[in-house]
Structure formats: structure tokens, C-alpha cells
């Protein structure tokens, strides 16, 4: 079955260091979306990608960076964590086709919890 | 940019009782406003959607309507279950192959047995 991860699950690092938050996707989407969720925001978005070689900001890109290199994978990068980069971060995949799914439905990762002493 | 909003941010319902949500947006072309459903501590998932060439669509206990002259759309659901308990978020996006979402912020429903 088709599906989407994040790895790892739960990070704590310290402030200053360069962190990077992993997903892969295998529901054979061109959209690739990172956001981050805390509590009273929703869900944000910080990154996103139409596809191999293409990656865009989202409303809260600051500190963050992505990279597509392939179609099934969109690692984030925190540059250099902050407290204020403490959050719960989700991945998703999409497609106007549908892929291995219905048409333009996102479709998240499990998420990863991260914390920034 | 596109600008939903969301109300109410808590709801309590008596199980059995109905609920309703109530999201606006901003951009006329946005034309896929799906509803997704979070558990705790889970991840967000598809429970309906709808698109602007339809006003209202059902799936058994959920619906969600649609009134594109006002930019406002609508989450019902009926008979609730102490399952139905997460927190709902609607959203609004264009179609197509490049697609952005724009999420509201969520609205926590508790259904009290």
C-alpha cells in the first residue's frame, strides 16, 4: 500500500545545530508539503515542492530549507534550531491526478515531534 | 494569499446532539475546500470534501456545504459519538498541479457522553 514517512519520530537537539527531518512518500505524488503545527496556529505551511528540482516558500520558511532530489523524498532542514523552531512538523504529498490516491486529497506523514532546548 | 478563518475554536455537543463548523475564505478562485479530521496525537486525515461546482455533499453522518457567492463553507455533523471527539480543520485550495493548501486553525469538538 501507498504511504507516506517521517523519520525520525521524536528529536530533541539543542539550539545552534543544524537538524534535518525526513519523508518519503510512495503514493507516486508530484506535490511535497512541510508544515508545522502548534497550538492556536493550525497548521502552517513552510516548504513545498511541484516536483523533482522545484521547492518553494511557504508563510514560515524562515531557519528551514528543502531540497527534491527525487520525486518520492523532501528532507526539511532547520539551518540552526531555535526554541521558537519547537513544534510538531508534518509532511504531505499530493497530487492533481490522484497517484496512487484521489485527486488533489493530501496526505500526511505521522508526523514528527521536535524540541529545541 | 488566501485567508481562511474558522469558528468556533471549541465546541461541546452532547453525544447524539449535532455539530456544526463554519469556515470563510477570501481567495474567489480557491475551488477544493477539504475537511480533515486529527485525533490526538495523530496525523490529519481526509473525511469529506467538496468542490465549487457542487453546493452540499453527504457522506452518511458528515456533510459539508458550500456557498461560493458568500466564500463560506460548512462542516455538519449529525447524530454524534464520542468518536466524533478530535479536532477538525477546514481548508481551501485552487486545483490543479500546483496546488497550495491553506489550512484554518482548527476547531476542537468534544462530545460529551
Known amino acids: 500500500d501507498a504511504e507516506i514517512t517521517q523519520s525520525p519520530r521524536h528529536k530533541i537537539t539543542e539550539t545552534g545545530r543544524q537538524v534535518t527531518l525526513a519523508c518519503h512518500q510512495t503514493?507516486?505524488?508530484?506535490?511535497m508539503f512541510w508544515y508545522r503545527q502548534d497550538l492556536g496556529h493550525g497548521l502552517r505551511l513552510i516548504h513545498y515542492s511541484y516536483g523533482v528540482q522545484d521547492t518553494n516558500k511557504g508563510e514560515v520558511s524562515d531557519g528551514y530549507s528543502v531540497s527534491r532530489s527525487n520525486t518520492e523524498d523532501l528532507p526539511l532542514t532547520l539551518e540552526s534550531a531555535a526554541s521558537s523552531q519547537t513544534s510538531v512538523y508534518f509532511c504531505?504529498?499530493?497530487?492533481?491526478?490522484?497517484?496512487?490516491?484521489?485527486?488533489?486529497?493530501?496526505?500526511f506523514g505521522p508526523g514528527t515531534r521536535l524540541t529545541v532546548l | 494569499g488566501e485567508n481562511v478563518e474558522q469558528h468556533p475554536s471549541t465546541l461541546s455537543v452532547q453525544e447524539g446532539d449535532s455539530a456544526v463548523i463554519k469556515c470563510t475564505y477570501s481567495?474567489?478562485?480557491?475551488?477544493?475546500f477539504p475537511w480533515y479530521k486529527q485525533e490526538l496525537g495523530k496525523r490529519p486525515q481526509l473525511i469529506i470534501d467538496i468542490r465549487s461546482n457542487v453546493g452540499e455533499k453527504k457522506d452518511q453522518r458528515i456533510a459539508v456545504t458550500l456557498n461560493k457567492t458568500a466564500k463560506h463553507f460548512s462542516l455538519h455533523i449529525t447524530e454524534t459519538q464520542p468518536e466524533d471527539s478530535a479536532v477538525y480543520f477546514c481548508?481551501?485550495?485552487?486545483?490543479?498541479?500546483?496546488?497550495?493548501?491553506?489550512f484554518g486553525t482548527g476547531t476542537k469538538l468534544q462530545v460529551i457522553p
Open positions: 503514493w507516486n505524488h508530484n506535490n
Open positions: 481548508a481551501a485550495s485552487i486545483s490543479g498541479g500546483y496546488q497550495k493548501v491553506t
Open positions: 504531505a504529498s499530493s497530487d492533481m491526478r490522484g497517484g496512487a490516491g484521489a485527486p488533489d486529497t493530501q496526505y
Open positions: 481567495d474567489s478562485a480557491s475551488n477544493y
